[in-house]
């Protein structure tokens, strides 16, 4: 599986906003309920991510509950990619 960098899993992630007439903030604290991203678009991210890589992501759901902010949400893409690589 080959990696993926923080802006690049931001420019997805800002892609997504896109297309629902959204913006993703420069402010990484913002949180995910103030910009309308759902845990749908984090499925959609999340497989997106995958396709890039080449493989799949591990997660547990423990881990996830606790992504609150853009912030956490780029920091377990940056963890689970590097996991699975």
Do not use: N
């Amino acid at each position: 599986m080959s990696s993926i960098s923080r802006a690049t899993v931001r420019q997805m992630m800002q892609a997504l906003l896109q297309r629902q007439g959204k913006s993703l903030p420069a402010d990484e604290g913002v949180r995910l309920q103030e910009i309308g991203f759902r845990s749908l678009d984090f499925a959609e991210l999340a497989l997106r991510v995958e396709t890039k890589l080449g493989g799949s992501m591990q997660f547990e759901t423990s881990v996830l509950r606790s992504i609150q902010t853009v912030r956490d949400v780029l920091d377990f893409m940056e963890r689970a990619a590097a996991d699975g690589s």
